[in-house]
Structure formats: structure tokens, C-alpha cells
């Protein structure tokens, strides 16, 4: 067991060390006490499973944790089960597409909508079944308005976490965000995937690494949230630049807010613009490379070349050259620890608490 401690003082903490990112009995515990007891987002419901009794299989996370499952859509509603059979073990969907039934090809085992068997071939002389343990398992499922979130083996507070979104961004009508496969990316970036977070989750490096984003914001003004699980980070407008036209009785009220930046824990990012939504979802591959999703979800798209959320790319490749040096200067015999900025960096000291915590438990 390898564990890591950070002073819940930021004034006195340091930040995880270098072995943390660099070793590979910390990269397989963080799949185990992180990942494996996170939630993950997959995508609105609407694209997932766009009419009755669809049936959408997916791994949890690809590349990394290759559990497989399946959505299915029944009575308007989402549910999520094993694709495992609960005979041979056989994979019961291979093809997304409308299914009223769920059997498996295999052997011709059947369940109900609720996941319960409903026939077995050839069992009738078969004791003691079904027993629990033949049916299907179902995965928790959670939903930020029409965003489908899984949980294969988590007991996070994940309604808490959206409960803290909506406080600012409830007023948003999200049903009404459409998917733009035009400015739908995937990124493979060279470094650790703590590495990307730990970036990510501070403002610091704005003036010195993204030009055209430090002469939208305020920097001066910018504001990180903590919360449970996650954090939010305020950019404001530093002049006349795209921003929220928030209703009246708003915690921001009055105040020129260009973006909402939402990191839930341990891997996914929710911005928020004045044109709608940009996801990006962190996934490991290795201790040196990383998968980053990004999905965008539009409300205006007249606004999308203003403000914070324009030229997401080219931030994202500033990004990508400062969190892959990173990575390199972290593999010296030089480097063991560093320390917090109180007033820029409580976000990374957030997320490192975090981790330290979930590596603790056994």
C-alpha cells in the first residue's frame, strides 16, 4: 500500500511528490481506489439512446478499465447493467441498436427490463436457481439534467456534487444543448493524467501560458470554489467580452462571468460558456499517456467564437506543452516535492487531499 499525506494547511502543505507520477504500483492503486470507485461521464441520453428499448454497450473506461455494461432504454427512462452473461460469461450485447429483449447469444439465457433471469434454456433440472448471483448486476446511474453519468462500484456523493453545479449553472436550460460533432476532439497528450488535472485545476499559469485566454480574463478576479469532491472555478470578463446574462437573484448577479469551470473528481471537467458546454473527460492510458475527451454542447452558437470559450484548441495545446514538460522534469533525480500557492493553487491542493485520501483506503 502506498501512501501519501498533504497538510490540510495549504499554507504549510507540499504537493504530492515526484513517485507519486512515477510509479507503477501507484498507477494501478489509483485504478483500484480512485477510478474504480468513480463515477464517468457518458454522454446526454438523448444520443445514447435515441428511442425506446435502445441497447448501447460500453467499456467503462476504454484503454483502462475495460468493464464492460450496457444502457438500455425502457419506459423513457436509462438503466445500466453487466454485459456479462451470468452462464458462461459471454458478452450479451456486441452492436448498439433497439432490443426489447435481453438474451444471450450464447446459450439463449434471458432477463427481464429489471435485470432478473426470465428463461434459461435446458435448466429445468438445475437446483437452486436462479440464485442472486444469475442476475444481472446493475451499475448506478446518475444524471446532471440529460448528462448520464455511471458508477460500477462507487458510493460517492454524486447528487451532492451536481447540487453544487446547479447553484450556478441550474438556470441554464441543458435539455436544449446540442451536440457539435465539428468541435468534438480527442487529445493524446504525453503525461501522467494527475499531471492534466493538477493543471487544469488552477488559473496560476494563465498570464504565462495562454496569451489570447489572459486578455479575455480578469485575472486579478478569478476565484476558486472547493466543495466535496470537487471545485469551480469563476473567470470573469475583463472587458467587453462575451458573457452570462444571469437572472435576478443569482450568487453572481451583477457580475461579468465569462465561464464556469467544473472539475468533479477525479477526472472530468464541465466549462461552461455563454455558447453552452465543453466536456472534457481525462482518461489514463498508461503513467505516461492520457486520453482528454472533448465534447461540445451548444446553446449559442453565435457566441462561440467570443470570449473565454473560443480557441478551445489552441488553449488546449498551450496546455498540452506545459503538462508534457512537466511530465519530463518530474522522471529527474532532482525534483521530490514542491508547495502550494494559497491564493492561486487551492484547487491542485483539493485534488491532491483527494487523491492521498483515496490511496489510504484499503
Given amino acids: 500500500m502506498n501512501e501519501f499525506y498533504i497538510d490540510p494547511d495549504i499554507k504549510k502543505a507540499e504537493t504530492l511528490p515526484a513517485s507519486f507520477y512515477q510509479s507503477d504500483a501507484v498507477f494501478e492503486q489509483l485504478k483500484d481506489n480512485v477510478f474504480g470507485n468513480s463515477f464517468q461521464w457518458f454522454g446526454s441520453v438523448s444520443e445514447l439512446l435515441p428511442v425506446e428499448d435502445f441497447v448501447k454497450p460500453l467499456r467503462f473506461i476504454e484503454g483502462f478499465i475495460e468493464e464492460p455494461f450496457f444502457l438500455k432504454k425502457t419506459d423513457g427512462k436509462a438503466f445500466c447493467f453487466s454485459n456479462v452473461c451470468t452462464h458462461r460469461g459471454n458478452l450479451i450485447f456486441h452492436h448498439e441498436g433497439p432490443s426489447k429483449r435481453i438474451t444471450c447469444g450464447y446459450h439463449g439465457r434471458q ?3 429489471d435485470g432478473t433471469v426470465k428463461f434459461m434454456p435446458e435448466f429445468s433440472d438445475v437446483e437452486n436457481f436462479p440464485r442472486a448471483c444469475d442476475h444481472l448486476k446493475a451499475f448506478r446511474t446518475a444524471f ?15 447528487d451532492a456534487v451536481f447540487s453544487k ?8 436550460p441543458l435539455e436544449d444543448f446540442i451536440i457539435d460533432p465539428n468541435h468534438n476532439k480527442d487529445y493524446l497528450v504525453n503525461c501522467h493524467w494527475a499531471l492534466y488535472c493538477d493543471n487544469y485545476l488552477e488559473g496560476f499559469h494563465i498570464p504565462f501560458v495562454h496569451e489570447d485566454l489572459n486578455a479575455t480574463l480578469d485575472y486579478g478576479a478569478y476565484k476558486t470554489e472547493l466543495f466535496d469532491n470537487g471545485s469551480l472555478q469563476i473567470g470573469y470578463a475583463s472587458g467587453g467580452d462575451e458573457v452570462f446574462d444571469l437572472p435576478e437573484g443569482h450568487p453572481d448577479s451583477g457580475k461579468a462571468v465569462s465561464a464556469y469551470y467544473y472539475w468533479v473528481f477525479p477526472n472530468m471537467m464541465f466549462n461552461f460558456y455563454p455558447w453552452g458546454l465543453s466536456v472534457n473527460i481525462v482518461r489514463p492510458l498508461s503513467k505516461h499517456k492520457t486520453r482528454v475527451l472533448f465534447r461540445s454542447y451548444v446553446w449559442d452558437e453565435n457566441k462561440l467564437e467570443e470570449g473565454a470559450g473560443a480557441l478551445l484548441d489552441k488553449v488546449e495545446r498551450e496546455d498540452e506543452f506545459i503538462v508534457e514538460g512537466v511530465h519530463k522534469g518530474l522522471q529527474s533525480s532532482t525534483y521530490q516535492t514542491g508547495r502550494f500557492s494559497p491564493k492561486r493553487e487551492q484547487g491542485v491542493h483539493h485534488f491532491h487531499r483527494l487523491l492521498a485520501a483515496s490511496l489510504s483506503k484499503t
Fill in 111 to 113: 432477463w427481464k427490463n
Fill in 144 to 158: 446532471l439534467g440529460p448528462h448520464l453519468f455511471v458508477g460500477i462500484d462507487s458510493n460517492m456523493a454524486i
Fill in 165 to 172: 453545479m446547479t447553484e450556478r449553472i441550474g438556470f441554464l
